[in-house]
C-alpha cells in the first residue's frame, strides 16, 4: 500500500511558477514510476508528466513541454512537480500518481495509487 500527499498548489498569476511535492509512504518507492496529472472543473483528467523509478526516464504532455520539470528524490520518498510560466488554463486541481511499475504510462489506468490533490490557480 502507498499513500501520497501533495502539496504545494495555491495562487500564482500568469507567467509564475509554483512547485509542487508528493510525499510518499511505503519503503517500495523508489520500484515505481511516479506521475502528475491535472483535473479542471468540467474537464477530464488529464496527464501531465511521468517519471521513471529512477528518475532517468521522463515523459511529458505536449502541453507542458519545455515549461514543467518532473523529478524525484528516492531518499526523501518523495517526487516533485516544477512548473514555470503558467497560464490562466492550468488552473487545476493536481493529482500525484503511483504506478506499480517502473516505467510509467500517460494514462490514469497506469496507476494503482493516487493523492488527494492539491489547487492550483492561476490568475491573469
Known amino acids: 500500500q502507498v499513500q501520497l500527499v501533495e502539496s504545494g498548489g495555491g495562487l500564482v498569476q500568469a507567467g509564475g511558477s509554483l512547485r509542487l511535492s508528493c510525499a510518499a509512504s511505503?519503503?517500495?518507492?523508489?520500484?515505481?514510476?511516479m506521475g502528475w496529472f491535472r483535473q479542471a472543473p468540467g474537464k477530464e483528467r488529464e496527464f501531465v508528466a511521468t517519471i521513471s523509478w529512477s528518475g532517468g526516464s521522463t515523459s511529458y504532455a505536449d502541453s507542458v513541454k519545455g515549461r514543467f520539470t518532473i523529478s524525484r528524490d528516492n531518499a526523501k520518498n518523495t517526487v516533485y512537480l516544477q512548473m514555470n510560466s503558467l497560464k490562466p488554463e492550468e488552473t487545476a486541481v493536481y493529482y500525484c500518481?503511483?504506478?506499480?511499475?517502473?516505467?510509467?504510462?500517460?494514462?490514469?489506468?497506469?496507476?494503482?495509487?493516487w493523492g488527494q490533490g492539491t489547487q492550483v490557480t492561476v490568475s491573469s
Open positions: 500518481a503511483a504506478s506499480g511499475t517502473y516505467y510509467g504510462s500517460r494514462s490514469s489506468g497506469g496507476y494503482a495509487y
Open positions: 511505503g519503503r517500495t518507492f523508489s520500484s515505481y514510476a
